[in-house]
Each structure stands twice: as structure tokens, then as C-alpha cells.
């Protein structure tokens, strides 16, 4: 583990009962000039340690809780959050985020608790303060759900 909750519950915005990162294994800040493509954009890996006592399952399905879909998409754009924080420092200064556009998004299985997902999100575009970002949600080794999805870093 990178970074462990205290340290991601400390940065991100969004706190509880909303906050939807746990941890964060791995941060790749990016390297435009990098020989791999695959290290060109910034890229993080974070989980969400979901134990079915959340409280949006108690409205959600309660005899058969299913992680809703929306939440599934602030978890990534959470996990954008941070991987904006840590490797944009500059652009993301006394900013925070404000997600303007979910595109091409697939809930691929439902995620039903417990379960821990992992949330792998890429920063595709860039410029100054406006960020596009690729998402994919994993539960074990099954893709969940993916988007493209982008945001503006706000005062």
C-alpha cells in the first residue's frame, strides 16, 4: 500500500458518509517523455473496502444490496480526485474538483457486498486545469464497470 486511508480520507474532499477511496497501491505521476507509452500518463490504483454496512444499501435493494451505479462513478472520480492532487500538484492548488461529463460508461456486473474493488483510473488529457480520465472498477479479477469521464479543477 501507497498511501493508506487516513492519508486518502485526509485529502480527498469528500468525506464520510461520501468518501468512496480507501487506499491507494500504486501512483504513476507520468512522464510525457517517457519511451513506454504506458508510462506517459498519470495513472493511479486505489480500493474501496466495501463491507455492506454503508449506509445506501438500506434503501438500495436491502434484500439483495447492489452497489448503485452512481456511486460506482464517484468512487473512480474520487480515485481522479486524487491522482490530480498527487500528480498534477501545480493545476490542483486550492482547487477542487467539479466532474463535468460521464461518457461511454458499462456496468459490466453487479457489485454486490463485501467485496473489495479495485478502482484503476488514467488521466488521458490534460490542459491547465481541465482533465479527462479512463475508468475501470474490479471486483477480484471481474471488470465492474468502466467510463470515460472528465473535470474541472475550480476555485
Not at 480527498?12 to 468512496?20: G, H, N, S, T, Y
Request: glycine share 6%; hydrophobic share 45%.
Amino acid at each position: 500500500m501507497l498511501y493508506d486511508s487516513e492519508f486518502v480520507h485526509n485529502l480527498l474532499p469528500q468525506k464520510a458518509p461520501f468518501a468512496f477511496v480507501d487506499e491507494v497501491l500504486e501512483l504513476q505521476k507520468g512522464d510525457e517523455s517517457a519511451a513506454d507509452e504506458t508510462l506517459r500518463n498519470p495513472k493511479i490504483i486505489a480500493v474501496l473496502h466495501m463491507t455492506g454496512k454503508e449506509a445506501f444499501f438500506a434503501g438500495h435493494f436491502p434484500q439483495n444490496p447492489v452497489m448503485p451505479g452512481v456511486i460506482q462513478i464517484e468512487s473512480m472520480a474520487q480515485a481522479a480526485t486524487l491522482l490530480t492532487q498527487l500528480a498534477k500538484e501545480k493545476e490542483s492548488a486550492g482547487r477542487r474538483p467539479a466532474f463535468i461529463g460521464v461518457e461511454n460508461c458499462k456496468f459490466r456486473a453487479a457489485v454486490v457486498p463485501p467485496a473489495d474493488l479495485t478502482i484503476v483510473v488514467e488521466m488521458i488529457a490534460a490542459r491547465r486545469t481541465l482533465f479527462k480520465y479512463s475508468g475501470k472498477i474490479f471486483q477480484g479479477e471481474t471488470l465492474v464497470c468502466e467510463a470515460e469521464f472528465s473535470a474541472a479543477m475550480i476555485k
